[in-house]
């Protein structure tokens, strides 16, 4: 009955947004809501008592989308074609394709032993149930809060990771549990010791996991960071001055849909429920001639394993994309939008469980920054300089796993440098401890009674290059030393060293780790390509030097469920179905057989993968041994990724750039730009 | 008769610039111009037949100094003194100390078989006379330079580095040889494939070395990156739109004399020949109390060594501070300055080769920038969020070492953080090659005919830390996996990891290298004082991602120079005299016995650095594979350190900062910034 009422108001929204939009859509567009609506609309039709998990973009086919774009009057243009996952009764997982162009459904299967994300629809309902629940009550009493006081108690709810108590045949999360004495007080000062875990199939509470141990209610005063309770401690400061950052003329890119261009920049920007931005066929125009660089580019998975080997934290170990959705967890900006200057937004479109279109206004942010000396050179022996400021532009959103809130920003220099750069701030997941507990090196108190755990987060980036074409070699380049001894005819001073490159030839030997000591890069090379003047093939280099080790040990549950984590380099040959590097749905896998990335390379481990259509997988982030100073809201940390073009260019692409200032030695040509001057204080 | 000139003329400039200027200066002060005519005039009373090398701060002793500042009323305040360094005739090297409150010299030596750095002046003088020298103008026939053109021909004097055919009693440079078609081509696409050896006593070729396979001038046009060379070939772009960054109420830090206080940090700016910016007495007020960090901070040194084998190339590896100094290479920012808002500058003041006092005008520039997000938090349950914008305070300067760029950022952040940012711009050092030839891997043709050769940037941060009070430990951090096999009582996820911590507790065992998997970095602890909380000691944590080894081999010149560079880490116990970790004077050193760092250990490796007053050494840096994008001028290439509060505070020192956007899950007290809305496009 209410799955006919919910089809019937869908087909009503799908009526009313036309289907013009539809029609315009570019390939890469993510669905929008007449799509998402047309999509549910077709799939009700033949399956009604289901609940709607994601419907989002199935990726046009990237031969058929190659083909589309060299000939975009001549080819076919791609269908717009929905990729849906839906939930049954029973924990049932059904995968779907629906044709939109064609309004009919492509395959429809029932898929078995695995759990798709959970959605904040999902998030929302524990809290409510956990409050209700006798059992959670009694556990509450015996730690110190009364039946009184349950609407004070919240959680947040994660998936369970993976339990072999409970497997993968019923949908599970895991409720971390929490006291707010006041409604607007922090409840991670107050975490509570017992863990319940929730039947989302059944909405009940099937155990709770109580520690040997107990630690009852935290005793400490509060420690909150919003604006009341600054105010009641003494108030802001009021001695930072404004800095104001204006574009009086406005900004200098231009978006049409949802293709922007920027300087020699063009880049398409996508949105999914799981990986949130996806950036597609991005190329540089160089000297009049667009030349592609990467055909997408994505956060394609993460995963936070927590350090404290008593359980059941080793179940902290979140996969924020797969299990949750870097896209569904995104923040409306429209409220605390971070980026001055002008700005240019774009929604995000969903589908909810009940099957209606979503809509989160504000949820990507692009605009330009000031990025300080671009380039500078003085002729010592006149003094003579040219000088010229850089901008970069930047493609961001925000998104809040529960405590923990990543801040992406993909940003695009002019001088053909693509660089990543996260920061993580929001609040630390926090466990009980007793006065005078030993956090045994796991953790840090970081207040009186809070013990934050110690954690790594690691990121996958999938790297689909497109440098010069798609036919690509990944190289490890490392820094070493010339051979030869001092004293030797080949190393006469001992001075010598280069870039040693391997080539990396087949997926099962792609398996790089970091290396800092020889600042180990990787060349993303066309080799079919070489540089007129250095003769060496054109590529892309990838620069990070946040790549920890995955502490997990091998053959933990971690290391089985997050195999992209196991190196921080893997190549892949190109396939449309991997996306995903930890499988398609990750709640709940148990990493027996380990899904994604490992699977694949299993599946045609000595596959070519030089000058061919590859992937790059890349793993980098940092380890978080937290500090008090990180509570009760972390300063922000950032983190950063480079993909910079070498052998690329001819030379320097951004000479175009006008200078703040420019003088030559004979004195002509002199160019001092109007906001060069800087106000003096 | 000369010197008497100069001697009455600086007791001219003595006379003029009243005293009082040299009354009221902080002891950390650089000398003025009035100290320095007035060092050059007590100097040259006793000794008149003299260049002059360098007359700069004897910063006050450490001991005197911290017992002035505890009481500025009662102590002794501590007394202007002058570091003198002359050049005789000879290469014949004074070192002297002089003491301005008392009007007398303290200590006066001849120095045998030491090179002091090599000035401005020094090196102006050497393009002089190679276009004279006939040896120079047969070389320059050879590869095809008439000698009417020899006012085309140019030079980039270097230190001749240490050449063991001439030792150091001689003081010498190496010019590398250029051309320029015309005089604002870029002569870096025109290298001469001999270098001559100058004696800056007799200022005499002395030698040449030309290598086997002769190269002839390049016959390639010129690249050109100036205004007139963009314009010739279409001129500048003109879709970029302003982007306009002001402070309309004016900056939010005071200036008093050399000392700067901005929200809760305190500092000093002082500035020197050598090192450039030196930072001193840094604090930060914490809950009103002001809490030392760190005593004194600079660059103190660095070395690019090059990787071409081939004789005479070894002999690359400049000490750009301690051969040439950071500070004389510092550019006037009057013209380019390239920092965005409101700026306070600060001179710098040096004497010449003739004992005059001169100036750099607007030599560091201080200001604030904009820094993104300081942190954000939204509750899933309500959207109810908190978000602050970040800002810094940035001392900065720039200096040119012949063809490269040095941009010196030290950046102070709102949660404590203190970051050291350098931009490497500039242009490639360059090498002739002949069509066709091959680098051996050593180098990069980056243009026909011009071979850019690998080289590394290593910085030596001299850090001496002031961490709750002198007295401090450092400790290595990696993060390891806690033991125990999967499946273990101790470990039995395999998920456990901890912050592994090993004291440094003598020089000779301080040594540490870089471990990029183990995401290492340094404590510099204060095991005397306990965070309330944590327990663990109040400390700043070194954070460092880009460091490379040293390449050059054990035993080579490189190595045996730069000591400092074979370790990332070195830890000695506090001495006033240790301020140079490749000595005091760099040039023509053999490294034979090493000087500085390595030396001041071998004194006395085994001394107490536990609980104790300290200083940490810190070389980092990068590898330079150039590629054609870097040429004609590279675009900045950005590396940076951080040192980061981790159980200093008892919670996020920034919660005090006006947020943008605060509001609670009551509704109560929402803030919201007049600034906060960003203007849409």
Same mark, same amino acid.
């Given at each position: 009955?209410?799955?006919?009422?919910?089809?019937?108001?869908?087909?009503?929204? &799908?009526? #009313?947004?036309?289907?013009?939009?539809?029609?315009?859509?570019?390939?890469?567009?993510?669905?929008?809501?007449?799509?998402?609506?047309?999509?549910?609309?077709?799939?009700?039709?033949? #399956?009604?008592?289901?609940?709607?998990?994601?419907?989002?973009?199935?990726?046009?086919?990237?031969?058929?989308?190659?083909?589309?774009?060299?000939?975009?009057?001549?080819?076919?243009?791609?269908?717009?074609?929905?990729?849906?996952?839906?939930?049954?009764?029973?924990?049932?997982?059904?995968?779907?394709?629906?044709?939109?162009?064609?309004?009919?459904?492509?395959?429809?299967?029932?898929?078995?032993?695995?759990?798709?994300?959970?959605?904040?629809?999902?998030?929302?309902?524990?809290?409510?149930?956990?409050?209700?629940?006798?059992?959670?009550?009694?556990?509450?009493?015996?730690?110190?809060?009364?039946?009184?006081?349950?609407?004070?108690?919240?959680?947040?709810?994660?998936?369970?990771?993976?339990?072999?108590?409970?497997?993968?045949?019923?949908?599970?999360?895991? &409720?971390?549990?929490?006291?707010?004495?006041?409604?607007?007080?922090?409840?991670?000062?107050?975490?509570?010791?017992?863990?319940?875990?929730?039947?989302?199939?059944?909405?009940?509470?099937?155990?709770?996991?109580?520690?040997?141990?107990?630690?009852?209610?935290?005793? *400490?005063?509060?420690?909150?960071?919003?604006?009341?309770?600054?105010? *009641?401690?003494?108030?802001?400061?009021?001695?930072?001055?404004?800095?104001?950052?204006?574009?009086?003329?406005?900004?200098?890119?231009?978006?049409?849909?949802?293709?922007?261009?920027?300087?020699?920049?063009?880049?398409?920007?996508?949105?999914?429920?799981?990986?949130?931005?996806?950036?597609?066929?991005?190329?540089?125009?160089?000297?009049?001639?667009?030349?592609?660089?990467?055909?997408?580019?994505?956060? &394609?998975?993460?995963?936070?394993?927590?350090?404290?080997?008593?359980?059941?934290?080793?179940?902290?170990?979140?996969?924020?994309?797969?299990?949750?959705?870097?896209?569904?967890?995104?923040?409306?900006?429209?409220?605390?939008?971070?980026?001055?200057?002008?700005?240019?937004?774009?929604?995000?479109?969903?589908?909810?469980?009940?099957?209606?279109?979503?809509?989160?206004?504000? &949820?990507?942010?692009?605009?330009?920054?000031?990025?300080?000396?671009?380039?500078?050179?003085?002729?010592?022996?006149?003094?003579?300089?040219?000088?010229?400021?850089?901008?970069?532009?930047?493609?961001?959103?925000?998104?809040?796993?529960?405590?923990?809130?990543?801040?992406?920003?993909?940003?695009?220099?002019?001088?053909?440098?693509?660089?990543?750069?996260?920061?993580?701030?929001?609040?630390?997941?926090?466990?009980?401890?007793?006065?005078?507990?030993?956090?045994?090196?796991?953790?840090?108190?970081?207040?009186?009674?809070?013990?934050?755990?110690?954690?790594?987060?690691?990121?996958?980036?999938?790297?689909?290059?497109?440098?010069?074409?798609?036919?690509?070699?990944?190289?490890?380049?490392?820094?070493?030393?010339?051979?030869?001894?001092?004293?030797?005819?080949?190393?006469?001073?001992?001075?010598?060293?280069?870039?040693?490159?391997?080539?990396?030839?087949?997926?099962?030997?792609?398996?790089?780790?970091?290396?800092?000591?020889?600042?180990?890069?990787?060349?993303?090379?066309?080799?079919?390509?070489?540089?007129?003047?250095?003769?060496?093939?054109?590529?892309?280099?990838?620069?990070?030097?946040?790549?920890?080790? +995955? +502490?997990?040990?091998?053959?933990? +549950?971690?290391?089985?469920? *997050?195999?992209?984590?196991? #190196?921080?380099?893997?190549?892949?040959?190109?396939?449309?179905?991997?996306?995903?590097?930890?499988?398609?749905?990750?709640?709940?896998?148990?990493?027996?057989?380990?899904?994604?990335?490992?699977?694949?390379?299993?599946?045609?481990?000595? *596959?070519?993968?030089?000058?061919?259509?590859?992937? +790059?997988?890349?793993?980098?982030?940092?380890?978080?041994?937290?500090?008090?100073?990180?509570?009760?809201?972390?300063?922000?940390?950032?983190?950063?990724?480079?993909?910079?073009?070498?052998?690329?260019?001819?030379?320097?692409?951004?000479?175009?750039?006008?200078?703040?200032?420019?003088?030559?030695?004979?004195?002509?040509?002199?160019?001092?730009?109007?906001?060069?001057?800087?106000?003096?204080?």
């Amino acid at each position: 009955m209410i799955a006919k009422m919910v089809l019937e108001r869908v087909m009503q929204v &799908a009526a #009313h947004l036309t289907n013009s939009a539809v029609k315009v859509a570019h390939p890469f567009d993510p669905l929008n809501e007449a799509e998402i609506a047309k999509a549910v609309s077709i799939v009700r039709k033949e #399956h009604q008592e289901l609940f709607f998990n994601a419907v989002t973009l199935w990726e046009p086919r990237k031969a058929e989308m190659m083909a589309w774009l060299a000939a975009p009057e001549t080819a076919m243009r791609p269908h717009r074609v929905a990729d849906v996952v839906c939930i049954g009764k029973g924990s049932k997982v059904y995968d779907g394709v629906v044709d939109l162009t064609e309004n009919k459904i492509i395959s429809w299967e029932l898929t078995d032993g695995v759990q798709p994300l959970i959605s904040m629809e999902d998030l929302q309902i524990v809290e409510t149930v956990v409050r209700k629940d006798p059992k959670v009550i009694e556990q509450c009493g015996i730690i110190g809060i009364p039946p009184e006081d349950m609407h004070k108690v919240y959680c947040d709810p994660w998936t369970v990771g993976y339990d072999e108590r409970f497997g993968n045949k019923v949908r599970l999360q895991q &409720a971390l549990m929490y006291y707010r004495p006041h409604i607007d007080d922090s409840q991670y000062t107050y975490p509570l010791d017992f863990c319940p875990i929730f039947n989302a199939d059944t909405h009940e509470i099937i155990h709770i996991d109580i520690p040997k141990v107990r630690r009852p209610l935290n005793t *400490a005063p509060p420690s909150n960071y919003h604006a009341a309770a600054i105010q *009641a401690e003494g108030g802001f400061r009021t001695d930072l001055k404004p800095i104001s950052i204006t574009q009086p003329e406005g900004v200098s890119f231009k978006v049409t849909g949802r293709e922007i261009s920027w300087v020699n920049w063009k880049l398409h920007v996508g949105f999914n429920y799981r990986e949130g931005i996806v950036l597609n066929n991005i190329t540089f125009t160089d000297k009049g001639v667009e030349r592609p660089v990467f055909w997408r580019m994505s956060l &394609a998975e993460m995963v936070v394993p927590y350090g404290n080997p008593e359980h059941p934290h080793q179940r902290k170990h979140a996969f924020d994309l797969g299990e949750y959705g870097g896209g569904y967890m995104t923040n409306s900006l429209a409220l605390g939008c971070d980026c001055k200057g002008a700005i240019h937004y774009m929604d995000a479109d969903f589908v909810n469980r009940a099957g209606n279109p979503t809509s989160i206004k504000k &949820a990507i942010c692009i605009h330009e920054e000031d990025a300080g000396i671009l380039f500078k050179h003085t002729d010592f022996r006149d003094d003579s300089v040219t000088v010229t400021r850089a901008r970069k532009l930047i493609v961001s959103h925000v998104f809040t796993a529960a405590n923990y809130e990543y801040c992406v920003y993909w940003q695009f220099h002019l001088d053909g440098t693509i660089q990543l750069e996260i920061k993580l701030t929001g609040i630390l997941n926090t466990y009980a401890m007793n006065p005078g507990e030993d956090t045994l090196g796991w953790g840090t108190e970081v207040y009186p009674g809070v013990n934050a755990h110690n954690h790594q987060h690691l990121f996958c980036l999938r790297l689909d290059p497109n440098v010069d074409g798609p036919n690509n070699t990944i190289l490890q380049v490392d820094a070493e030393r010339g051979e030869g001894e001092v004293g030797s005819a080949t190393n006469p001073y001992g001075n010598a060293f280069y870039a040693k490159k391997t080539k990396l030839e087949t997926p099962e030997t792609s398996k790089c780790d970091y290396n800092g000591s020889t600042s180990r890069t990787w060349d993303i090379a066309n080799e079919s390509k070489l540089n007129p003047y250095s003769k060496k093939p054109v590529s892309y280099k990838l620069v990070s030097r946040e790549v920890p080790s +995955l +502490l997990p040990r091998e053959g933990s +549950l971690v290391w089985k469920r *997050a195999g992209f984590a196991r #190196h921080a380099v893997h190549v892949t040959k190109y396939s449309d179905a991997q996306i995903h590097p930890a499988g398609r749905h990750v709640p709940q896998t148990s990493g027996e057989p380990s899904a994604g990335l490992p699977a694949w390379i299993e599946e045609d481990p000595k *596959a070519n993968i030089v000058n061919t259509d590859v992937v +790059l997988w890349h793993t980098f982030g940092l380890t978080h041994f937290p500090a008090p100073e990180d509570y009760p809201v972390m300063p922000a940390e950032p983190m950063t990724v480079m993909l910079r073009p070498r052998n690329f260019f001819e030379r320097n692409p951004c000479l175009d750039i006008p200078p703040s200032y420019s003088s030559s030695p004979s004195g002509k040509g002199t160019v001092k730009a109007a906001d060069s001057t800087s106000k003096l204080v």
